[in-house]
């Protein structure tokens, strides 16, 4: 079947593009892209709306294998559908922990039949993700993981990390930190500071993540190894990260919709929807978040969509779990508090979204280019929306977005020439 997309704003950073265009899709694939296209196919009126590469999120929690009741790898898919993305990476805190063969193959056999959005995934690091035995990255990768990563937990000791850097080169897969000193942040519920005094809370410092970046900046330059920073939240570690690029380091970091979005003043009133890993920080934090996506510091935009029980987050403060739902929410949070508000152009957020992640993860995604696969995001970029969690896809309704009214969403989701959202309803 042939989709002919007509006269959208195409905004493809791979290829440089920024222009009123045409995009012809043939049988999955991109077939053709030029100033006027006629030819017979079903139409999309793209008129006054953005056309960009499906978006990728390389940081969602798909929850199974093992926490179905959460979330399952069909409705996060959906989820992600009705989001705008039309790639997604699973994390590997699963249960059981995605750390052989044979999870890596449930996973991506399970998305085959059931997922209505392309789903890549990752392995575990070390064992049961304990942090004391490597886990088998040759079999992982053979298996399809296309990165590694311990998301959640930090490798306790620079020496297994070494050794980490050194066996994901030699498989060439990247690794995805989570960067936080345990013993600096045990106990704490919050960003240390002045919110988290009045409120009587127990705070995680700043300098937990930076430290930890900090370390796998120096591991990576005498490895040579990769390491991706998930969930980037600190002014420290946007200045760490943007010195090691200035001197050639390969590392590259995301950070997610809430850090440049919320500051911890979202937690007043003790409202565990705004309880995240990391906290949501200070406001000069928010800032620098905000400087190091425009001076292209920080690579990538991906969500941690974290779909909890509504009984694990409306517990007390202290022991409520951290987490949110992203996937149904960013791209207006990106809109509204990165484009509309002059932070980064239309161009950059979609980079950002799209070729960045794709690169660094080394999957064939991210571009209209012609022959590449027909995966598409359109969005309208003034559309205003009230965020509802009873519309999401997603199990999950932990948000603090919730009744927000932001502008820009997108409107449809175009899976290898397939819709699979149309008017933020979900048709796969």
């Not at 590392?251 to 929807?273: I, K």
Request: aromatic fraction near 4%; proline fraction near 5%; charge should be neutral.
């Amino acid at each position: 079947m042939k989709l002919l997309i007509k006269q959208g704003r195409v905004v493809d950073p791979a290829n440089g593009i920024d222009a009123v265009m045409d995009i012809l899709v043939d049988n999955g694939k991109i077939a053709k892209v030029a100033k006027s296209i006629s030819e017979k196919a079903e139409v999309v009126d793209a008129r006054n709306l953005i056309v960009a590469p499906g978006l990728i999120d390389m940081h969602a929690h798909l929850r199974e294998p093992g926490r179905e009741d959460k979330e399952t790898i069909a409705t996060a898919t959906r989820a992600a559908a009705r989001g705008g993305f039309t790639t997604v990476l699973g994390m590997p805190n699963t249960n059981p922990v995605i750390d052989d063969q044979a999870a890596v193959e449930f996973v991506l056999s399970k998305a085959r039949k059931e997922g209505v959005v392309n789903v890549y995934t990752t392995g575990a690091a070390t064992k049961n993700q304990q942090g004391k035995e490597l886990a088998e990255m040759w079999e992982l990768r053979n298996a399809g993981a296309v990165a590694i990563s311990d998301d959640g937990n930090t490798i306790p000791t620079a020496s297994l990390m070494r050794k980490v850097l050194e066996y994901a080169r030699m498989y060439r897969l990247p690794y995805l930190s989570h960067a936080e000193d345990p013993a600096l942040s045990e106990g704490g519920a919050m960003h240390e500071g002045y919110v988290s005094t009045e409120l009587g809370l127990q705070g995680r410092p700043s300098v937990a993540e930076d430290v930890i970046v900090a370390r796998e900046i120096l591991l990576a330059k005498y490895t040579q190894g990769r390491v991706h920073f998930c969930h980037g939240s600190t002014q420290g570690a946007v200045e760490l990260v943007k010195q090691a690029k200035k001197a050639g380091i390969s590392v590259t970091m995301e950070t997610c919709p809430h850090y440049f979005s919320l500051t911890d003043e979202a937690v007043r009133g003790y409202n565990q929807n705004a309880k995240v890993s990391p906290p949501l920080r200070s406001k000069e934090h928010v800032e620098a978040i905000k400087k190091g996506l425009k001076d292209d510091v920080i690579d990538v935009i991906a969500t941690d969509h974290a779909p909890h029980l509504l009984v694990e987050k409306y517990v007390e403060f202290d022991n409520a779990a951290s987490g949110m739902v992203g996937l149904e929410t960013a791209v207006p949070l990106v809109m509204n508090n990165l484009v509309h508000a002059g932070v980064l152009t239309i161009s950059q957020a979609i980079a950002k979204m799209t070729i960045n992640p794709a690169r660094i993860l080394g999957i064939p995604k991210g571009t209209l280019s012609v022959g590449a696969d027909a995966d598409i995001t359109i969005i309208d970029p003034n559309r205003e929306e009230t965020i509802d969690p009873k519309q999401f896809e997603s199990k999950g309704r932990n948000t603090p977005f919730a009744g927000m009214t932001l502008k820009g969403v997108p409107v449809m989701t175009i899976v290898a020439g397939k819709a699979v959202m149309r008017e933020r309803r979900v048709v796969g």
